[in-house]
């Protein structure tokens, strides 16, 4: 188990875009394990390769509902619209009102390279856009609706988690 830097916003590292994954090897195993487990630890839904400063097309996400790995991840659909709270683990003490989609379909490669396609709405859609919009270097804050603030009044039944 290896815990591993998370960069945070204003690294240049994060505004890279990230290379497919061509090698299905060891080393991505050992990268995925770490990025599983460095996600834990922050107490995150969410971790992009990116934000352990590789750049490679790779994401973990664990809503409560499992670890999902996905390599290569590409949104090849998308619908509808939901506006609720983000928060990203390179952007610690921070969260916004962000608009995404509110459903998604994700083609993406397991760890052995054996491609699927995962559809997901709601939180996990959220989810997944966040994390693969970090392999292009795009950062929720460029998207967001507003700022949250501490004294911000907003209230909202989804728990506020950092990706
Ligand atoms: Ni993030």
Redesign the pocket.
């Known amino acids: 188990m290896a815990i591993r830097k998370i960069v945070e916003l204003g690294e240049e590292k994060l505004r890279k875009i990230s290379k497919p994954v061509d090698k299905f090897d060891l080393r991505l195993r050992i990268l995925l394990k770490d990025m599983a487990d460095t996600m834990y630890k922050a107490e995150g839904v969410g971790l992009?390769a990116p934000?352990v400063g590789i750049l490679r097309r790779v994401v973990v996400v664990d809503i409560g509902d499992g670890l999902i790995e996905m390599v290569n991840p590409e949104i090849i659909s998308f619908s509808g619209e939901q506006t609720g709270p983000e928060g990203?683990?390179?952007v610690p003490g921070r969260s916004a009102i962000v608009t995404r989609p509110n459903e998604v379909t994700v083609r993406y490669q397991d760890r052995n390279g054996d491609e699927y396609e995962a559809s997901a709405e709601g939180f996990l859609a959220r989810a997944f856009c966040?994390e693969i919009d970090?392999l292009d270097g795009v950062i929720y804050v460029d998207k967001m609706d507003r700022e949250i603030f501490d004294d911000d009044d907003y209230e909202d039944d989804e728990e506020e988690e950092e990706?």
């Open positions: 992009a934000q990203c683990l390179s966040h970090h990706e």
